[in-house]
């Protein structure tokens, strides 16, 4: 299976809204946690048969990775976007400008 989805930009210090309640301020502060997220996309994996996991992917560069308010992310969800210029896209699509292209391969679980 393949998918294709928008990649946006990092958030930028004073972009992103800051945690919106005093508890989620006191867990990032406990926890030494930015109220940042690192560049991401989030995957819902929806195939008949096999369980439905929702997750996201982090981009390996990205700032906040090991600070980020959801406790930081997991090493495996980390990976390497790469740019591509504009054209053709690898699902068949087109676009006029350069894009970030990441590939994962996800392993389906069959239903119990």
Known sequence: MQASTAATA??????????????QRLAAVAVAASHYR??????????????????????ESSEYL?????????????VR?????AGRTPDGGS???????AQYDFVPQPCD
């Open 81 to 85: 976007f790469t740019e591509r210029p």
């Open 10 to 23: 990092p958030h930028q210090k004073g972009t992103s809204p800051p945690p919106r309640c005093a508890q």
């Open 38 to 59: 690192p560049a991401h996309v989030h995957c819902l994996i929806d195939e008949p048969g096999y369980l439905r996991p929702i997750t996201h992917l982090f981009r």
């Open 66 to 78: 090991d600070s980020a308010v959801v406790f930081g992310t997991k090493e495996a969800l980390v």
């Open 95 to 101: 676009l006029a400008r350069p894009y970030p292209h």
